[in-house]
């Protein structure tokens, strides 16, 4: 592999943001992912093969890592925190339409409930495994969701949620989703969630973490 896409996966996969974060302690003053993006498309290297060789592999060794429990959230945030950071060089070819992303997928935590840390992580995993996110924020309902689809009908949909209270909002959602669309495909999650509960209310699948929630996605195209 290219040293520099190297020592960028290595940034990502241990949340070396930039130059100046001193996080982790063992990369102090060394360059971050927000540099080394930057100089790797100086140098030529295509967004496509900075996505592929560095982001993704790095983002799934991170994944991976956390359904293991050898790292917790804060050392997941770091690692999302530098994807981001490099992400933000290659958007622009991305949204220019210069670079394909693998799908699109249309996340939110459900209309009641206001919890977004874990929806968050699942985009930004889903982010760092090459799908266009698409972010409706907290508290979405099925008018947020649908008008959403209409503007994208080929996006998947991720359903979060939280609180026990509001979690029949997911049923009514997927209800709503799958009259109007009953080709799309539902992922849900959320600590509250499982499995039994997603088959239950007619979604598709249910992932307990984000790397579950990549994989369910590669599974799709391929
Ligand atoms: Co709230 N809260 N909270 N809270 N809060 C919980 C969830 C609770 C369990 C705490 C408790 O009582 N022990 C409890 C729910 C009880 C229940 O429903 N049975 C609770 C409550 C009651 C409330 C309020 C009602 C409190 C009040 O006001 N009386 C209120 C509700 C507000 C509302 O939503 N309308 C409330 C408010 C808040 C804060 C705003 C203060 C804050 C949220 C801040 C934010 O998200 N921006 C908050 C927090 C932080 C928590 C706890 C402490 C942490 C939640 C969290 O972020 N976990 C939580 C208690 C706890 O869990 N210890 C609690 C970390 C996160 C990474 O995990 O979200 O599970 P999680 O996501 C995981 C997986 O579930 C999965 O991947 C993630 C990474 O592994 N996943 C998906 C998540 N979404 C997925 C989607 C997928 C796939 C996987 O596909 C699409």
Redesign the pocket.
């Known amino acids: 592999m290219n040293e520099i896409l190297d020592k960028l996966a290595k940034c990502v996969e241990f949340g070396k943001i930039n130059k100046a974060s001193p996080y982790p302690p063992n990369m102090k003053d060394q360059d971050g992912a927000d540099e080394l993006a930057r100089k790797a498309l100086e140098e030529g290297v295509s967004p496509d093969e900075i996505l592929e060789n560095a982001l993704i592999p790095a983002m799934a060794n991170v994944g991976e890592k956390?359904t293991k429990k050898e790292i917790y959230?804060p050392q997941m945030l770091m690692s999302a925190k530098a994807m981001n950071s490099a992400m933000a060089h290659l958007k622009p070819f991305f949204q220019s339409g210069e670079t394909k992303r693998k799908g699109k997928i249309i996340?939110g935590t459900v209309s009641?409930?206001?919890?977004?840390?874990?929806?968050n992580?699942?985009a930004m995993m889903i982010e760092g495994g090459g799908w266009e996110v698409i972010d409706l924020g907290?508290?979405a309902g099925a008018e947020k969701f649908l008008k959403a689809l209409d503007e994208n009908p080929d996006a998947v949909i991720?359903?979060?949620?939280?609180?026990?209270?509001?979690m029949e909002n997911m049923k009514k959602i997927v209800a709503a989703i799958k009259e109007k669309y009953s080709e799309a495909k539902i992922?849900?999650?959320?600590?509250?969630?499982t499995m039994e509960y997603c088959k239950k209310i007619g979604a598709d699948f249910y992932?307990?973490?984000?790397q579950?929630?990549v994989n369910y996605l590669k599974q799709l195209i391929s």
């Open positions: 956390f959230v996340i009641g409930d206001l919890h977004d840390i874990g929806k992580l699942v907290v508290d991720g359903l979060s949620a939280l609180l026990t209270t509001t992922l849900v999650g959320g600590a509250p969630v992932s307990p973490d984000p579950g929630a």
